[in-house]
């Protein structure tokens, strides 16, 4: 029986399958059907010629969260909180990111202040109950609920992140007597600092209903055409959560969408033995960049919804994924200044690009592409989807006329700037990071990033970039190879040198058994569990951790701070010996290493060269030129390619500049050297 992946996108709707007996992987592509995405997993099916009923596993990955976010589209919800803290999601940090900035203002709340209350009841930061939960009052907050029509509550009383008893007993009455979903916070974080926690579980309720909805809606689909096995969800942390996980937690799902990818090049780390890889997602409406150490992703304790200047915080592991507003479909337009722009504007699957043919009639990355040659009309898509050379054009040429721009000059200014906007990307999840771009080798995937991935790399200095076998589908592809991943956490806030060694020891393995219990109750059998363990440190005095990794066993306080000291070192360049180190958090990682399946890799290893065919491809070294263009299919495991060259296949393009050479290795990947620009 085959398992399935089906990763939706703004764009299109990708789907991989791995039969579990054969190893035969199939592949396949649709428009994404906003705003009944499951028409486009069924259309994939369908395509791939997979009947659901065959179907044992389905893993999909979905972006309803984040855009429900970003679009405010989610519930109308209500907070409870701690009597005196109806205010905190307004009060925030009081930081100021934009200290010069006199405009400045944050995003508003997702709970208007009228929809939030305020219940009597204090627990101290010990545990201790200091005044019990006021059921009445909370009788009352019920009735209000109820006559204003609220949508989802989000229940965040002070200190509830190590008692939670108040919190259980008002969602245990919320729950009786209100008809909507209650998120509790310490159902979603243990961990101090209310802002971040009452912001956490906020966000939680308020995409609730509409994630209840969309799960409801795409698995009755499947369920309708027959499909009668277990679906699975991709969780932000890198791993797979099931159903119920995501009926309780719905915003583990923040970023779920690009989480395949990343599970995709870590495979290919372990194929290659590769240690230091950076993916590079280029979709149709937004490009992704993570960065892998030694088979592992970077994971944040702290994401931020709408980007940290001025958005909201999520207490939650998230992959360390830069996202920005770059894709195949972003438009080209006219900022306020009058100086040409990319994105992050997006013509998504409908209309889509204006060569698509589809009604849309604004430039987009796409056909700029389409104009300067590096794609073929007749193919793209396979070939079922041909693009129209004079729709491009035309936008354009609307757009060049605004800027005083020949179309083809336009086109490539278009290219360019996309180019220098990914780059940044990259630069700030490795750079910022602390980390050397130049010493890691970039995996591109995803319908237009092998179409880019060379000039991005040129651009930051990058040396080798891997264009793994069907690109345009590797984020589905990845997701066959995720594990089931719990991230568990205990706050402990308490100086390096007064931290008992054996109470910190005893937290970790109740993290751990938890963390084994939650694996257990969903009753797959697992070849292994993998435990990895962590600290959240800082020196005193400072307001934020960084996450160090730490041995199986808690060893002793040098061996910590020598841990702590290369982390800081390496992300800050300095690190100092005599100033005194707080240990904030301990953080266990537990995985569910699932047997990897076998699948057939289709290489050609013997037969004659076949033959390029040619059409004039636009680069930035050369301008327009003759270029050899390629069949991925048709190239043997070993043979060269020297740059300029296109590779095409079904649902990718590949560009190889001037002076870089590829060669295709024994796993079907393309594994360019990237040559210095002219």
């Known amino acids: 029986m085959p398992i399935v992946a089906v990763d939706v996108g703004g764009t299109f709707t990708d789907l991989a399958a791995v039969d579990a007996d054969s190893g035969e992987l199939r592949f396949s592509k649709s428009l994404s059907t906003p705003p009944e ?4 997993a069924l259309d994939c099916l369908a395509k791939a010629g997979i009947a659901p009923r065959s179907v044992n596993i389905l893993r999909h990955g979905t972006t309803v969260v984040i855009n429900t976010l970003l679009e405010r589209k989610g519930a109308k919800t209500a907070l409870v909180t701690t009597a005196g803290f109806r ?110 926690r009452t912001s956490t579980t906020v966000l939680n309720a308020y995409v609730a209903p509409k994630v209840a909805s969309y799960v409801a809606r795409f698995e009755g689909a499947l369920r309708g055409s027959g499909f009668g096995g277990h679906l699975y969800l991709m969780g932000s ?4 959560l099931t159903e119920e996980d995501t009926h309780l937690r719905p915003l583990l799902l ?14 290919i780390g372990a194929r290659t033995g590769l240690k230091k890889l950076i993916a590079f997602d280029m979709g149709g409406t937004t490009t992704k960049s993570a960065l892998i150490e030694d088979g592992e992703a970077s994971v944040s304790p702290l994401y931020w919804v709408a980007g940290y200047d001025r958005g909201y915080p999520v207490q939650a592991a998230v992959l360390d994924i830069v996202e920005i507003g770059i894709g195949g479909g972003s438009i080209a337009a006219v900022n306020e200044l009058g100086a040409p722009e990319v994105g992050p504007r997006s013509a998504g699957a409908v209309p889509g690009p204006a060569s698509y043919g589809r009604g849309g009639d604004q430039p987009t990355i796409t056909d700029a592409n389409l104009l300067l040659g590096r794609l073929d009309a007749e193919h793209f898509f396979g070939g079922t989807m041909p693009l129209r050379r004079d729709l491009a054009k035309a936008a354009l040429a ?12 336009l086109a490539a200014g278009i290219v360019q700037i996309a180019t220098l906007n990914m780059a940044s990307a990259v630069r700030r999840v490795s750079i910022e990071r602390g980390y050397d771009p130049r010493d890691f080798v970039m995996v591109a995937f995803g319908g237009a990033g092998p179409l880019h991935a060379a000039a991005v790399a040129q ?3 990058m040396q080798q970039v891997i264009i793994p076998p069907n690109p345009g589908h590797f984020s589905a592809y990845g997701m066959l190879f995720a594990d089931f991943r719990y991230d568990l956490t205990g706050t402990i806030a308490s100086p390096l040198k007064d931290m008992d060694l054996e109470k910190a020891e005893r937290k970790f393995r109740e993290l751990e058994a938890e963390g084994a219990r939650q694996l257990a109750s969903i009753g797959l059998p697992f070849k292994s569990l993998r435990y990895t363990r962590y600290a959240e440190m800082r020196y005193q005095r400072q307001e934020y951790t960084i996450k160090v990794r730490l041995p199986a066993q808690c060893g002793d306080r040098d061996e910590w701070r020598r841990l702590f000291e290369v982390s800081y070192q390496r992300r800050y360049g300095h690190a100092s010996k005599d100033v005194a180190v707080d240990v904030v958090m301990l953080r266990v990682v537990i995985d569910g290493v699932s047997a990897r399946p076998q699948e057939k890799i289709k290489v050609r290893t013997e037969g004659a060269v076949r033959k390029p065919s040619q059409r004039p491809v636009w680069f930035e070294d050369t301008g327009m030129a003759a270029c050899r263009v390629w069949q991925r299919s048709d190239l043997l495991v070993g043979q060269r390619i020297e740059g300029p060259a296109v590779v095409e296949e079904e649902a990718s393009t590949t560009v190889l500049p001037p002076g870089s050479s590829a060669q295709m290795d024994h796993l079907g990947n393309i594994v360019i050297a990237v040559g210095r620009r002219s």
Request: proline share 7%; charged share 30%.
């Open 237 to 240: 942390n890198g791993g797979v």
């Open 254 to 267: 923040v970023e779920s969408g690009p989480v395949g990818g990343v599970a995709g090049t870590i495979e």
């Open 87 to 196: 205010d905190i999601l307004e009060i925030g940090r009081g930081n100021r990111p934009e200290a010069f900035n006199i405009l400045y203002e944050r995003l508003p709340p997702f709970v208007p202040r009228i929809d939030r209350h305020e219940v009597p009841e204090r627990i101290d930061s010990r545990g201790n109950v200091l005044q019990p939960l006021d059921l009445d009052a909370l009788a009352g907050i019920a009735e209000r609920l109820r006559n204003d029509g609220i949508e989802a509550v989000a229940v965040c009383l002070l200190n509830a992140w190590c008692n939670p008893r108040h919190e259980i007993e008002s969602a245990a009455y919320l729950r009786a007597n209100l008809s909507c979903p209650v998120s509790c916070s310490h159902e979603i974080s243990r961990e101090f600092r209310e802002y971040e």
């Open 37 to 40: 995405f499951e028409r486009g």
């Open 459 to 461: 651009e930051i200095g």
């Open 398 to 409: 609307r757009l060049g006329d605004r800027l005083r721009q020949p179309v083809m000059a």
